[in-house]
């Protein structure tokens, strides 16, 4: 067997946004203990492949490509939230515009085409804060922020040691939002 590489689609805070981010991240986990995530990991993930042959990595790039050039958007990060099981605590969106949704389901819909398999749970955008909380989210403090989508990037997840590591393979920009 060749080798594999973890890969996904997401969208990737600008510089002031992930300061923001960075910010209330650490905030809340000063609330919920646990291992709080680096800034330069913050991410919403948009459509996860998984462990793919290397060869494939071309292939995903192609159906990025495949789903022409949509629009950009805003959107706000306005509550907590927690997988219990996956033990994350996440910010997430109570509202998300037409805009992400087609997005993240346009890059199932050409990676399925391509021959990836894309697990068919909802898609729910979120960007995880903290691994592994002691304390449940609503104990820990929340502003809403706002985030402006102008691109996607597609990511491999690098295994290392204690600490993930994400380098970033592709992006493609979004169109200017229609007011
Ligand atoms: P998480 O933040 O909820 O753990 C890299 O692992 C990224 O892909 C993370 O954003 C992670 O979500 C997400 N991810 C991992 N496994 C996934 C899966 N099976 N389905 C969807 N997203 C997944």
Redesign the pocket.
Known sequence: MGARR?I?F?LWPDGPTLERLANQAALVHGASGGRLMRAETL???LC?L?DVEAARVADACDAAAQTGSLPGFGFDLDQLGC?ER?R?L?AGSSHWPDALADLAAALAAATEKAGFRI?A?PFLP???LVRDPVAPPPEAPWSPLRWEAREFVL?E?IRRPAV?H?ETLARWPLRAPTA
């Open positions: 973890r996904f997401a991410h919403l993930t996860f998984g997988f996956a994350v996440w697990e749970r979120h960007v995880t990511v997840s993930a994400y």
